[in-house]
Each structure stands twice: as structure tokens, then as C-alpha cells.
């Protein structure tokens, strides 16, 4: 599929802001499933100075700082993605059980699999701990195999949880969201990711965007217009297998992938500290468009 | 080998029996640094003990004091975070040196630059190509984990920059004889500054001991660390300018910060003095914006940058890590090295020694088992009571596992196996003991050591010497001197007597040059300027309580009108006290009254809350201070802290009276010791405007509002600007009320007079640097010229009538002071708008931190 994202989003200051300096994680990355044409990124007032640079995760983060004085913000970014359908897996891909997972990440000296057990590690957001471990205990079966078991992870975290946008921040601590059963992908993804790394499996966390237009006769998605979340689980031997707890699904061709990390905190889209600038206010909007493509059959193509 | 060189005091008679070296206990078991076995005292110790027993306890306690008095004057100590007010922890420094060999020294010195080699090229691993984990040599787990493993420094140098400029070791030995590692320090690696502190003060305090004794000196190490941190500089090699990165006077080793910056001739910043533009850092001074080109950081890593670190972070510069990473300013040491204080790095550096540098790990660590691999963790639960067990992550408690109980054992086997890979267990080994002075005796005391490295060309070189203290092994640096630990100076002898190189002639004299004028932070120019209104508001507030002590003492000698006291009272913003029953009621009752501003440590207005106002902004501007002028104030603070319980009404007098000298000693010695540049300026525009202001005010009370006018008054009003005699030889009569507003109010050749003041702050405000080249006046010119104008066009033929009952005259006089008071009070706004910009803090966008 073909996509032109435009992501825009503008801060209203009270007083005036003397000093910005700004990281971006709006420029989605290439993939292996992911292409990607340059970005028009559109800064107003100008930058003095803006750079690109990958971070430890290999996302591209655009950093720039605003010198004039300014009482508004605006920071639009618009690419041109093509996802292709190739990611690997199905939830009935053969995976290893998930204890051979577990025996795979202590034992295998692969440069991969030593490199995911950082995803196995505690991190700001999303903290290991029983409660995840109890609620995840119904899918992770003795032996059943990985990608099975986080596929029932997923569905019951879809269908148990409600989608809330009005109960939960940034900052509402993850217990809270299991213990209420509500929250948005973000929670969703940061839940599942607690509750994989509870049984000691490498999870991250993946920051892009959905296509929602509904194809004829299919359930509209959940997520307009907006950010969207997931996470991914590291399965040894094979790869990075990715989830949609929010949609029951696993990401094909209508997620488009901006970066990932180890939780919301290392891919947020646009952080900032500024001088001055009183109270402010935050306007977003996201424009997922589909564009035509050269072989007209490929839109049809539904990856559910 | 070392000479026999007499270090005997001749002056000093011996002592008729040996004792003090004789007595010493020598340990049964362990390792001590002066005696290999009993009687058998090692070699490199002869000339010291023969210089000990020569000196006898009884005056080596005296020198001991003598260097707790030159420490406590220097005010050489470690602060509680943020209070004022708790007695700074006496930083204790032992008079018995701790001796070394120089070939000791050799094989040690090579084993701290190897190991600053190392932990500099793991860094440059860890946060490039991450080779160690990839091949294996370090476990991920060790790394993540670690919260100095900071993700948003992943290249945040430019390639073949140098991350670890500057490193502190600790260090002791163990009962084998062995030098072993207990910790790394790369974020703020305390010290260095107390081991200079600690030589200047016992060479002046031992000087026959000290003066050309065969000992290492530590200033070409400084000399070093001086030169390395310049060549860093990318954009003005020839004349870079480095800064030292402070949390500020609320750090408990705000001391040494200060210290190493006036010895190293560096500019003290802190984070709100910088700001980052055009990807480039800059201070924020009086004159506009200034380059960075270094900047020798003491705030630890993750506060550094509130953009891409901590978020919550008050003390850093946002932007800096950018800044760092486009190589357009360089930190020492570089964001992210605090990586290196993870204590289970030990485990694994003889083998990166090997796979990195090639060599093997010359300086052994403290043997260290990381329970995160399966081997090592069932050894350390099977060795619990021989081990010390500490979470990898900082700040966390240790435990000692042979002073556990079931229970508390049972605890801890449970917390390391919930997460194994944050703990380590480290081999408890006794320490080496040195001879400490105690009591007139010398009794072994365990000691640990602190090691010091710089780069130096390609290389490290390592400081002949360093902190030595007390310890009992697991607590850390900090910890141990907050707590009022006991340090030594460390010796590193040398074949030859060294010439003892002046430190302080070196560190002193061009500060001043290079610090004050244009280049001034603001922030310094805002704490000079509260400092000035602070010292003049504390001279003013224990001369009306002199004066009202004095009062009431000869009233209780001659029963003389005393109703003038309420007036006092009232200038003091002391509530009268209720009538009394009996004369003797009514002392008592005003007694009590006057000594609640003394006494009182919450007490509005009162001396200790003014105290705490000048020692605040005093220690924010250290270094701007002549080292006399803060002695003074630390005398100062221990006068008016540490009062006796009960306090007499001359007992009370005699103290104020004390303290005037003391501040007068203060503020005149500023005025001898400061340059008169801008810096100075904004110290004296600030006691001049708080002195004019209480002038008014003391006008006002006695001419206006007062509930018993008259010559009492005045008199009082003339005793407390100190001009009684002035009045008299002026004019040779009885007091008249026209005479003394000539006197106090439009002279303007008398320092206590309104007249002279405005004139002194008009002339100091048309000197201070304006931001913009505007033609106009500035506010602040303005509101002076207002006040100036205002008193010269007063009424005079109006105010020539007054006298108790003119009521005409008082209401021109109270038109007066109201006229030039509030422009005045305006000033002091505008000062602060156009001169202090640094107030405003940066903000986050979006608030990051997780709950």
C-alpha cells in the first residue's frame, strides 16, 4: 500500500517563548516492509538550526531550536510511504514454545538475541510485575507455542479492555489501566509489553500510524486520524513478530511505522523545552491518505 | 631510594621518653602502613615517626587544632542539601600523613592510567559499535540495567573524542599488601579539591615538616588538568573559555566546586548561567551572550540535558547534548561516562582488559561476583556472610552479610533472586591501617584511598597522591565526610626534597581580572546585589537593637524616660509589650522582647533570618569573595547561630556590638578587595539602596509617626547612624530638629546622609552595562534621577520650622519621604528586569516523567 502521511501539529503559548529546543520522532523509518520518500517537514516560525540524526534504536529524530520570539508552534510533516505485505509472520506461523523462547534468550550467544534481551529489562513506562504475569498466565500455556499464545494475549486484551481516550494520560501508571480495563493503544501496547516481559520475553514498543478508511464490508478500525501504537515480540531464531492489541490484529499493510524503542518515553512524536510560553495549548491532526498505485489490483489487497 | 633528611623542628625540645611511636598499637592481624611487624617499623617511615616523637603529643594536638581552626575559617566544609541553618559538617583532617614509597607509587600510578584507558575505551564502545556485548565479553542485562547507560548518549561524541578526561578511584589495601579498586567515579569525582585544601592547610600548620620535605607535589598534576582541559576547546584554541558546571551552593561539595575553579582560573557557572544557541553554549553575562568552549562538569550525567535527559532537571542546559554531539562544545567527562560506576564491571575487566586494550588488568578490583550469571549467584548466596552485597543501581543501601540476621538474610536471598542481574556480592576485605592522632596518641585507624587520573597527551597521568580517610570500607565519599569524616593527606615520597610550590600565590590574583566586568553572570550579579541589601539590612537591624539594648540598660541605672523604647520597638517591628505591674516587670518584659530577633530562628526581620539571606547569596557568589571577607562571614554565621541559651540585656549588647565590627570588617573589605567593576558595583548599589531606604525610614518614625517625639529620639536617631560626634563638632549645641535633617538628610558628603547616598547609587547606576545602546535613559536612571531631583527641590524654608508641633512643616517632611521612597522602592524592580534575566526557567513541552 501507498500512503501520504501528513502529521501536523501546532502548540498555542500564553505568553512568548524566547528559546525551543525540540526532538522530532516524526520521520517514519525504513524497513525491510517500508519505503520510504523524503519527508517535507514545514517549521514555523523557522529553525535556526535543525538536524537529523539516528538514535540508539536507529530511529530518525529530527532536532531543531527556535530563536525568535514566537507565542505559536507549528511543526508539519508529510511523507510519502509505501508498506509492502511481507512481513513474515501470521499468528499460526510456527514459532517454539515460549519456554524454548525463554531457554533460547538465556543460553543462544547470537549477536540478535543478545541484542533483544534489552527489550527483556524493565524501562520507564513499563515495568515487569505479578499482576502481568497473572493476567497473561491464561494464554501462555505450558508448551504452547509463542506466537499462538501472544495471539490470545492480544484477542483477550481486545476484547476485555474498553477504548477509552477520557480515562488515561501519559503518566497513568499501567496497574491502574489492568486494574480498570480501560486505556488507549498506547496503554494496550505498554500492557502487553508488561506482561511479556513479566514472563521474561524481549517486547517493543512500535509508534506509527493506521489507515482507517474501511474497506467495503469490514468493521472500521479503531484509531482515526491519530498516533497509533503497538508492540512487537521477539521470537528466537525467527525475528520481531508484531501485535495490535487495540485491533485484534497483527500489523499488515495499513500500519505504517514510525519508530520504536523500549516503551512510549523513547519514540514520543515531539518533545521540547522551552523559555518562557506561560500555559499552552495543543492542536494534532494525522491524515493517513491512501495514493493511487501503479498496479491498480495491490489496493484490494487486504491483510487481515 | 629515600634520604635521611632531617625533618625535626629545632625549635621544639624532644620529649624525654619515646612514647608516641612506642605505644602504637600495632594490629594483631592486617596490614599496616607504618610498621611491617611489631618493632619493626617500615623504613620510609623513619624521618616521619622521628619527626612525631620529636614534636610529642602534647603539641602535635596543639597543631591539630590549629588545622581544625584553618579549616573551619576557610570554611572548609560539606553543606546539607538546601538548609542553611544545620552546622556544617566539620571536614576533619588528620595531621600524620600517610606515607608512600615512590616505587610503590610507580606500580600503582600504571595501574590507574591503564584503568582510565580501559573504562575510556569500553565508553567508546558501549556507546558506538558495542562490540563487548556483541562478542559476548559483558552481558547485556549488566549494561541496560545500569541506570547510567544512558540511551540518548549513543554517539553523542564526535568520533575519536576522548569520553573519560578525568577520574577518581578508590582504592585500599588489603591485609596481602595488595592495592585493590572499591569504585570509579566519572561524574563528579570529588576529591581533588579537598586534597589541595587539605595540603595548603597542614603546611601552614606543620610548616617544619612540610618545607622541602621529599614529597611528590600535586601542582603539576593541576597544571596538567589545567592544560588538557583547554586543548579540548574546538573553536579558540588559543584562548578558550572553560567553565565549571556547579549544581550550585546547595550541593554538599559546593566547597570543593568553588575551590577547584579559583585554583584552575575557571569560570563557576550553573546551569541557568548557560544557554544553547546555534548549536553552540553560551554564558549569559551582564554584556550579552559569551562562548563556551569547555566545560568541566559536576553535574552528574542524566541532569545534564532536560531535552533528552531527565526532564524534571532544574540544574542543566537544554541542548547540551546536542551541543556535545555536533563537537561544538566539549564536557569533561563526557555525557553518558557515568556508565562506569556500575560496580559489576569488575567482574568482567580483567577479560575487556584483555579483548580491548590487549593487556592484562594490572590494578586488581575488589573481588566482585555479578549474581546475574547463574555460577556467580549461587556463589554469592552461598557465601552471604563473607560478602558485601550492593545493588548495581546507585543511591541503593548495601548490605553486610556477616552482620545479617536469619530473617534479614532470608530478605535479601528473596530481593536477589526477583532480579538477579542488579546485584552484585563484593569479597569484605579488612582494610590497611595508618596511624591517626587522637588524644595526644597514635592509634591505627582503617584507610581508604582516592585516586586521581587526568589525560595527559595520548595517554592518563595520575595524581602523586590524593585523599586519603578514614573508612570502614562501605560507605562512599560523600557519604563519609557528610557525616564528618576524618581525611589525611596522602604522601607520595620522592628520592629527593621537592621544593614547595606556593598553590594559593598561584590561585589567587588574576580571578578577579578575568571575572568581573561585562563578562559577569548575571546570576553572580543578582547574589551581589542581595548580598549587599542582606549585610546593610543586617548592620541596620543590630544597630537598632544596640541602641535599644543600650537604652534599656542605663534606663535600669537611672530610671530615666524610657518611653522612647516602644519607638524602638516599633522600628524593630516588635510588638509592645503589655503595661507591666512594676519597673522591674516592664525590663524583664521588654528584655524578652528585644532578644526575640536574636534569639528566634524564624523571628520576620530578625539577625539569624537575615543571616540566612546573606549566607545564601555570599555562597552563590564564592568565589567573587576575598578569602578574609568569607572568614569573616563564617565567623560571622558561627556568632550569631551558636548563641548561649540564656542571654543577659549587656551580655546581649556586647554581642551586637561585637558583630558590627564583624560586618563592618565584611563590607569594608569588600570594598578593598573587589575591583571596583560591575560585579562590585551591584554589591554596593545594593547596600546603598537598602541603607537609604532605612534611613527614610528612621525619618519617618522619629519625625512622623512616633508616639513620643522629641530630643530622646533624636538623639537615638543620631546614635544609630553613628553620628552623634559629627552632629556635635558640627554644631556645638543642643539637638535641633532642622540641624539634623541637614546633617542626615541633604549632606551629600556624609555616608549616613540621604544626600550622599543617592549621589553614590546615581553615580554607580550610570555605570552599569546597558544591553541596548539606547540614547534614552534607563528605567533604573530614571527612577534615581526622580529620588536625586526630588530631594534637591525640596522645601527647605518649610522644612527650617520643624519641631514637634509644626504641623505644617512634618507634613512637608512626610511628603518628602513618601516622594523619595517610592521611586526608590521601583528601583529595585528595575534592576532585577533589566540586569537579572536569568530568572526564568526552561520548561518541558509535554510532561515525560512516568509516575
Known amino acids: 500500500m501507498k500512503y501520504l502521511i501528513t502529521h501536523r501539529t501546532v502548540y498555542h503559548y500564553s505568553s512568548d517563548v524566547a528559546l525551543c529546543h525540540n526532538e522530532a520522532r516524526l520521520l517514519p523509518r525504513e524497513t525491510s516492509w517500508q519505503q520510504c520518500h523524503p519527508s517535507r517537514v514545514t517549521i514555523r516560525p523557522r529553525p535556526a538550526l535543525s538536524v537529523e540524526r539516528r538514535d540508539f534504536f536507529g530511529n530518525r529524530v529530527l532536532y531543531f531550536v527556535i530563536q525568535d520570539i514566537h507565542q505559536q508552534l507549528e511543526v508539519t510533516v508529510a511523507t510519502g510511504v509505501r508498506v509492502l505485505p511481507t512481513r513474515q509472520f501470521t499468528e499460526s506461523s510456527p514459532s517454539p514454545s515460549w519456554e524454548q523462547a525463554l531457554a533460547a534468550l538465556r543460553e543462544d550467544p547470537d549477536p540478535e538475541i543478545i541484542d533483544a534481551r534489552q527489550f527483556m529489562l524493565d524501562s520507564p513506562f513499563v515495568v515487569a510485575a505479578p499482576p502481568f504475569r497473572e493476567y497473561a498466565a491464561p494464554s501462555f500455556l505450558p508448551g504452547r507455542p509463542l506466537l499462538e499464545a501472544m495471539a490470545d494475549l492480544n484477542r483477550r486484551i481486545h476484547r476485555e479492555f474498553a477504548y477509552d481516550p477520557h480515562f488515561t494520560t501519559i503518566a497513568t501508571p499501567l496497574d491502574q489501566v489492568l486494574a480498570e480495563r480501560r486505556g488507549v493503544c498506547q496503554d494496550f501496547a505498554h500492557l502487553a509489553m508488561a506482561c511479556l516481559r513479566a514472563l521474561g520475553l524481549p517486547a517493543r514498543y512500535v509508534s506509527g500510524y493506521l489507515e482507517t478508511l474501511p474497506p467495503p464490508g469490514q468493521p472500521r478500525l479503531i484509531g482515526a486520524d491519530a498516533s497509533h501504537a503497538w508492540l512487537a515480540v521477539y521470537v528466537p531464531g525467527v525475528g520481531w513478530a508484531e501485535f495490535d492489541p487495540t485491533n485484534d490484529c497483527m500489523p499488515g499493510e495499513k500500519h505504517i511505522t514510525l519508530a520504536w524503542g523500549r516503551d512510549y518515553g523513547d519514540v514520543a512524536p515531539l518533545k521540547g523545552v522551552m523559555t518562557g510560553g506561560g500555559s499552552h495549548s495543543l492542536e494534532v491532526s494525522v491524515d493517513v491518505a491512501p495514493q493511487p498505485e501503479e498496479e491498480e489490483g495491490r489496493l484490494k489487497v487486504v491483510n487481515l | ?851
Open chain 2, 1 to 851: 631510594m629515600i634520604e635521611a633528611v632531617s625533618l625535626a623542628d629545632p625549635n621544639i625540645p624532644s620529649t624525654p621518653s619515646n612514647t608516641l611511636i612506642d605505644d602504637y598499637p600495632i594490629p594483631k592481624s592486617g596490614y599496616d602502613e607504618m610498621y611491617a611487624a611489631p618493632g619493626v617499623l617500615r623504613s620510609h617511615w623513619r624521618d616521619l615517626a622521628r619527626f612525631l616523637e620529636e614534636t610529642g603529643g602534647e603539641e602535635l594536638e596543639r597543631r591539630h587544632a590549629e588545622v581544625q581552626r584553618l579549616l573551619r575559617a576557610d570554611g572548609v566544609t560539606y553543606n546539607s542539601y538546601g538548609d542553611l541553618r544545620a552546622a556544617p559538617r566539620q571536614w576533619r583532617v588528620d595531621i600524620v600523613p600517610l606515607l608512600m614509597t615512590g616505587e610503590e607509587w610507580s606500580v600503582l600510578a600504571a595501574g590507574l592510567e591503564q584503568r582510565s584507558r580501559l573504562l575510556n575505551a569500553l565508553l567508546a564502545d558501549i556507546y558506538d559499535q558495542r562490540l563487548a556485548l556483541r562478542q559476548g565479553w559483558l552481558p547485556p542485562e549488566l549494561v541496560y540495567a545500569y541506570s547510567g547507560f544512558l540511551h540518548p548518549c549513543h554517539h553523542a561524541l564526535p568520533t575519536g573524542s576522548r569520553w573519560l578526561i578525568f577520574h577518581g578511584v578508590d582504592l585500599a589495601r588489603g591485609p596481602d599488601g595488595v592495592f585493590r579498586v572499591y569504585g570509579d567515579r566519572a561524574q563528579s569525582p570529588s576529591g581533588a579539591g579537598y586534597t589541595l585544601e587539605n595540603r595548603i592547610i597542614l603546611a601552614r600548620a606543620l610548616p617544619m615538616l612540610y618545607r622541602d620535605a621529599p614529597l611528590r607535589r600535586l601542582a603539576s598534576f593541576l597544571e596538567t588538568e589545567r592544560a588538557t582541559l583547554a586543548k579540548l576547546a574546538r573553536h579558540h584554541p588559543e584562548n578558550p573559555h572553560v567553565v565549571l558546571l556547579t549544581p550550585g551552593p546547595n550541593s554538599p561539595v559546593y566547597f570543593e566546586h568553588a575551590y577547584l575553579a579559583n585554583y584552575l582560573s575557571l569560570s563557576l557557572v550553573e546551569g541557568e548561567d548557560l544557554a544553547v544557541r546555534d548549536g553552540r553554549v553560551w554564558l549569559k553575562t551582564l554584556g550579552g551572550l559569551r562562548p563556551v568552549d569547555v566545560i568541566l562538569r559536576w553535574v552528574a550525567d542524566a541532569y545534564c540535558d532536560p531535552l533528552e535527559l531527565r526532564g524534571d532537571s532544574l540544574l542543566g542546559v537544554p541542548g547540551l547534548l546536542q551541543a556535545a554531539r555536533g563537537g561544538h562544545v566539549a564536557l569533561a567527562n563526557a555525557l553518558g561516562s557515568g556508565f562506569i560506576e556500575n560496580p559489576g564491571l569488575a567482574a568482567f575487566l580483567p577479560l575487556l582488559c584483555r579483548q580491548l586494550l590487549g593487556e592484562d588488568l594490572k590494578l586488581p578490583s575488589l573481588p566482585t561476583w555479578w549474581c546475574g550469571h547463574p555460577d556467580d549467584r549461587s556463589y554469592v548466596l552461598a557465601h552471604l556472610e563473607r560478602l558485601v552485597v550492593h545493588s548495581i543501581l546507585p543511591d541503593q543501601p548495601r548490605w553486610d552479610g556477616s552482620r545479617l540476621d536469619a530473617a534479614a538474610r532470608a530478605r535479601l536471598v528473596e530481593r536477589i533472586q526477583a532480579a538477579p542481574h542488579l546485584y552484585v556480592g563484593r569479597e569484605m576485605l579488612p582494610l590497611s591501617t595508618a596511624p591517626v592522632l587522637e588524644d595526644g596518641q597514635l592509634t591505627p585507624q582503617p584507610v581508604m584511598l582516592r585516586g586521581f587520573t587526568v589525560v595527559d597527551g595520548d595517554g592518563y597521568r595520575a595524581m602523586p597522591g590524593g585523599l586519603a580517610r578514614v573508612s570502614s570500607g562501605l560507605e562512599t565519599l560523600q557519604a563519609a565526610v557528610r557525616q564528618g569524616g576524618i581525611s589525611k593527606d596522602w604522601w607520595v615520597l620522592a628520592p629527593t626534597p621537592q621544593k614547595h610550590v606556593s598553590l594559593l600565590r598561584q590561585s589567587y590574583g588574576p580571578i578577579f581580572v578575568t571575572r568581573d566586568g561585562n563578562d559577569l553572570p548575571s546570576r553572580v550579579a543578582d547574589n551581589l546585589y542581595w548580598l549587599g541589601r542582606y549585610s546593610e539590612r543586617l548592620d541596620g537591624t543590630t544597630r537598632l537593637l544596640r541602641e535599644a539594648f543600650g537604652r534599656l540598660l542605663e534606663w535600669e541605672q537611672d530610671s530615666t524616660d524610657e518611653r522612647y523604647l516602644d519607638d524602638l520597638l516599633d522600628a524593630l517591628d516588635i510588638p509592645t509589650p503589655p503595661v507591666a505591674e512594676s519597673p522591674r516587670a516592664r525590663f524583664f518584659a521588654l528584655r524578652q522582647a528585644l532578644l526575640g530577633p536574636m534569639m528566634d530562628a524564624d523571628h520576620a526581620g530578625g539577625l539569624r533570618i537575615i543571616l540566612d539571606g546573606m549566607l545564601r547569596t555570599g555562597r552563590a557568589v564564592r568565589n567573587h569573595l576575598g578569602d578574609d571577607s568569607w572568614r569573616l562571614l563564617n565567623r560571622l554565621q558561627q556568632r550569631i547561630q551558636e548563641l548561649p541559651a540564656h542571654l543577659g540585656a549587656r551580655q546581649a549588647r556586647e554581642l551586637l556590638e561585637e558583630n558590627l565590627m564583624l560586618i563592618a570588617g565584611f563590607c569594608g573589605l569588600n570594598n578593598e578587595t573587589l575591583p571596583h567593576h560591575q560585579g562590585w558595583l551591584f554589591l554596593d548599589i545594593g547596600r546603598y539602596l537598602e541603607r537609604v531606604l532605612r534611613t527614610l525610614d528612621l525619618f519617618h518614625l522619629a519625625f512622623i509617626t512616633a508616639r513620643n517625639r522629641g530630643v530622646s529620639l533624636w538623639e537615638v536617631v543620631l546614635t544609630i547612624t553613628d553620628n552623634l560626634t559629627a552632629y556635635r563638632r558640627r554644631y556645638r549645641s543642643a539637638l535641633h530638629p532642622t540641624a539634623i535633617i541637614d546633617l542626615l538628610l541633604f549632606d551629600e558628603d556624609n555616608p549616613r546622609a540621604v544626600g550622599y547616598q543617592l549621589r553614590r547609587l546615581h553615580r554607580h547606576i550610570g555605570r552599569l552595562h546597558q544591553a541596548s545602546s539606547s540614547p534614552y535613559r534607563s528605567a533604573e536612571e530614571r527612577l534615581i534621577l526622580e529620588a536625586t531631583a526630588t530631594l534637591q527641590l525640596a522645601d527647605i524654608e518649610a522644612l527650617a520650622n520643624l519641631s514637634p508641633n509644626s504641623t505644617h512643616a512634618n507634613a512637608e517632611l512626610s511628603r518628602l519621604l513618601e516622594a523619595l521612597r517610592r521611586p526608590l522602592l521601583e528601583l529595585s524592580d528595575a534592576l532585577t528586569h533589566s540586569h537579572f534575566s536569568h530568572a526564568e526557567v526552561p520548561r518541558q513541552l509535554i510532561a515525560m516523567q512516568p509516575q
